[in-house]
């Protein structure tokens, strides 16, 4: 039989979310919600409905992950000529232009790092419910990595919203944004909720039940 | 007796121990970062996000970048794609950009002067908790660094189009995100949460 591990929650206490004060559980007041009581956060052992909360925010963005990459992003205006591009259409072009630096920067932020962070958290959130023991430290790491990258695919939206500030000349020129701009934001902000909400504890909780 | 602490990734509850200079303690079981020392936090701190807070002032007030195409010259500032945004019927996308390129940057800003300059003198201001907390959890939302690359990028697509010209406010921006980062970096919220409760 393996020692069991010394954690908050093996020693009945919990390590504040905001302030990481570890703090004892006030055994009266189980039932109601409990408080940090230096900073005032509202504590919980674990983050609520973890596993439910990330399934959830995961299939929500796999939805959107799909009009967004297929609507337009942009859609350029010129004498009345109107070309929309998608982010894939957008990628082909600095190919295309001998640009692949830029290409490959859009490439891994918009398309790859959006699809490789719900295939992590999915992966992640499997193992966590199939009790799995494998490589703990490794999927905590996997976690951090999925949880430190998210924000990098915002870039695209970004370079619609410069586009659209500068390339405004009236007849001669004008960019707009399209629909799919919008859908590419909500994968983008979804995925970083649902790294939020996914909890890495949940991965060393499985395996001490395994270790009992 | 010591201090203790719980992983915040796998929550095994470690002693803290005093760090040598420029130290980090590390999680033995899961290897995420516990804790570092951070000299003179509070001084660096403070002092960065004042400089922020005048590079927020410039970034967002002088010209931003500049569009030459034919004979006509269109110059914007870090806000007129927000406001082209919204005005496309994109509210909800323009208001994301706001909140990630402006509004958090300087609450968080506004936050830690408020938070640590009276903790300086031995004071503590009202509404610490929450307004410290606020702060802390705008890190994420604060996105500067990768709008930096959005704008490197646009630049490039738009250079066989037309001339762009970088106004001073591009300047003041790149300023703006080394030193929040470095405000970020030298903030010890263990050390502001422990003064804090020293003196209430």
Redesign the interface.
């Known amino acids: 039989m393996k020692s069991i591990?010394?954690?908050?929650?093996n020693?009945s206490?919990i390590?504040c979310?905001?302030?990481?004060?570890?703090c004892r559980i006030n055994f009266s007041k189980i039932g109601k919600s409990l408080i940090c009581p230096?900073?005032?956060?509202t504590l919980h052992q674990r983050k609520p409905n973890s596993l439910k909360r990330t399934w959830a925010l995961v299939l929500a963005a796999a939805i959107f992950y799909i009009p967004a990459n297929l609507l337009p992003v942009t859609v350029v205006i010129s004498f009345g000529k109107a070309q929309a591009d998608t982010i894939m259409s957008g990628v082909i072009y600095?190919i295309s232009?001998g640009?692949w630096p830029?290409a490959l920067?859009?490439f891994v932020?918009s398309i790859l790092v959006p699809m490789l962070k719900l295939m992590t958290l999915t992966f992640l959130l499997i193992t966590v419910q199939r009790k799995s023991a494998w490589r703990?430290?490794d999927r905590?790491?996997l976690?951090?990595i999925t949880e430190a990258v998210g924000?990098?695919s915002?870039?695209?939206?970004?370079?619609?919203?410069?586009?659209?500030?500068?390339?405004?000349?009236g007849n001669?020129?004008t960019i707009?944004?399209g629909p799919g701009?919008?859908f590419f934001?909500a994968v983008v902000?979804i995925t970083?909720f649902a790294a939020?909400s996914f909890d890495?504890?949940l991965?060393?909780?499985a395996k001490e039940t395994l270790d009992e | 007796m010591d201090a203790l602490i719980a992983c915040h990734e796998c929550d095994l509850i470690h002693r803290v121990k005093p760090l040598p200079k420029k130290g980090v303690a590390n999680c033995i079981r899961c290897g995420s970062v516990l804790y570092r020392h951070k000299s003179n936090s509070l001084e660096r701190t403070l002092a960065l996000s004042l400089a922020g807070l005048v590079l927020f002032v410039l970034a967002n007030w002088l010209p931003f970048l500049s569009l030459k195409m034919e004979a006509q010259v269109h110059q914007i500032n870090l806000v007129t794609g927000i406001k082209v945004l919204y005005t496309q019927d994109m509210q909800a996308l323009a208001i994301l950009v706001l909140l990630t390129t402006i509004l958090a940057p300087l609450v968080q800003l506004l936050g830690l002067l408020y938070v640590l300059l009276p903790l300086r003198h031995d004071r503590v201001p009202p509404k610490f908790a929450p307004i410290f907390r606020l702060v802390r959890s705008l890190e994420t939302w604060s996105m500067m660094e990768v709008f930096m690359l959005g704008i490197l990028v646009s630049v490039v697509k738009l250079a066989k189009m037309a001339q762009i010209v970088p106004g001073i406010a591009i300047f003041s921006f790149f300023g703006l995100i080394v030193v929040l980062a470095a405000a970020n970096v030298s903030l010890d919220p263990h050390e502001i949460w422990d003064r804090w409760e020293k003196l209430r």
């Open positions: 591990p010394f954690t908050a929650r020693a206490q390590s979310h905001s302030c990481h004060l570890l230096r900073c005032g956060a600095f232009s640009m830029i920067v859009i932020a703990p430290k905590t790491r976690y951090r924000r990098w915002m870039v695209d939206i970004y370079v619609v919203t410069i586009l659209v500030a500068l390339v405004n000349l001669l020129a707009k944004a701009a919008g934001a902000v970083i939020m890495p504890r991965i060393w909780d």
